[in-house]
């Protein structure tokens, strides 16, 4: 991805298709080819993906990257995490033996109900947000650094990813507390990633189809992610430790976060 502006113009390949070629402004004045690639065939399986866009490439490894962070931190840390608030307030954990269903508890840990963790999480995160996206998103928008901003963005996301493998009964608050950081680093960086959306072609028709092609790949994403943990864990006899659960998932959704944005910036 890049933020530089060019010109372009069309030329024939040998093998009939329509290529673009332009002049990239680079930020000291002068200019370089920039090869862009008008091909109707925004497909990630194709060859080369997406017609040889190298950004379009880019946008959809950056869309794995954080799709599958995502499912990761909401799915099994979270659960882990709110199980862990649960047993620090003395509340039941598990359904006891006799019963249908977990009893009510009225425990609170750091000032709140283990019950309200995800949800007073989801708050703060919102406030924080609506607050100073908008100053973000003016940043983005107006400055030459787009893409130094997604370069940080995405390496402190993923040096975050790390500490969430260590999930504990005395580790759980602190993640708690990052998880909030992640989250709201999470969102400027993806404001950084679509802010590059609308110049990743010309072509109005092209661009639905990219679209399109981004949105199909994270939902796959997330459900091959689901599926091959809640089967790799199902294997190791797991399902039931959400602690352990959270740890093995977080593992590697940290390994495939780390290498898909490190190839997409």
Known sequence: MNNSSHSASETQTPSGSTTEVGTDTNDDGTHSALPHSTSK?????????????VEALGWALDGIGRSVSFIAAAVFVGT????????AAGCETEIPEGETSLPECNGKVYGIRPSSLLTTYSTVVGLVSSALLPLVG???????????????????????????VFV??????????????MAFLGWIHTSVA????????DD????VELTASFTIIQYASTVIFLVVMIGLLYILGL???DVMSARIAQSVSAVITSIVFGWAW
Request: negative net charge.
């Open 138 to 164: 003016s940043f983005i928008d107006h400055s030459r650094y787009r893409r130094e901003a997604g370069r940080i963005t995405a390496l402190i996301f993923c040096t975050l990813l790390i500490p969430l």
């Open 168 to 181: 504990s009964e005395e580790t759980w608050f602190a993640l708690a507390s990052i998880l909030l950081i």
């Open 80 to 87: 882990a995490l709110l199980n862990l608030a649960k047993e």
């Open 239 to 241: 399902t039931g430790d």
């Open 204 to 207: 109005e028709t092209e661009l």
């Open 194 to 201: 679509f802010a590059y959306l609308p110049e990743l072609t």
């Open 41 to 53: 065939s925004p497909c990630l399986s194709c060859w080369p993906p997406y017609g040889g866009n």
